[in-house]
């Protein structure tokens, strides 16, 4: 069964880790988060959910802005051979949440280390990052350095690596 958000905050807190999360009606794509901009500030993420030919998954986290080469990125991550966006059915099982609200926090139910993690260092270089806190109807930030220290405590191990063009 995924974690629920209060779930999310209470490990968030049992790490001695803090954030502030705004809830708001349900945002689905980059597009529709943008209203938000004034009221959130700090890099505001983008997830790619990918799967290589060998089903091996990746979560690729960048800044909403970044664009991404998907035909390239196996490349850079690691994947065996060219990659594809994972299935909504993988994408509960392993990360515990829908299309729409795909993010970094899924980490906390991926409880068998199936997804590899991948940070953008442009991204990373925000002081604070936004991320859905396993829904899409809030947004929380967290001080990036305590993301990382998140991502860890998860029992996953995050590449921080240029993934974006420009």
């Known amino acids: 069964m995924p974690k629920t958000p209060d779930e999310l905050f209470a490990f968030l807190d049992s790490l001695g880790i803090s954030v502030a ?12 988060s943008q209203a938000l901009r004034g009221e959130i500030a700090g890099g505001h993420t983008k997830n790619l959910f990918l799967k290589d030919k060998k089903d091996n998954f990746f979560l690729v986290t960048v800044d909403e802005e970044a664009t991404v080469d998907l035909k390239q990125i ?7 051979g060219r990659v594809s ?19 970094v926090f899924g980490l906390i139910n991926d409880t068998q280390h199936k997804v590899r993690l991948v940070l953008d260092e442009s991204l990373m270089r925000n002081t604070t990052v936004n991320g859905h806190p396993l829904t899409n109807e809030a947004t929380t930030s ?22 974006t063009e420009g």
């Open 85 to 103: 966006f994972g299935k909504p059915e993988a994408l509960m099982e392993l990360l515990g949440v829908a299309p729409g609200a795909v993010t």
């Open 142 to 163: 967290i001080a990036s350095a305590d993301l990382l220290r998140f991502v860890r405590a998860t029992g996953h191990e995050p590449a921080i690596l240029k993934v």
């Open 21 to 32: 999360t705004k809830k708001h009606p349900p945002l689905y794509t980059v597009a529709d």
């Open 74 to 80: 196996h490349h850079l991550i690691g994947a065996a």
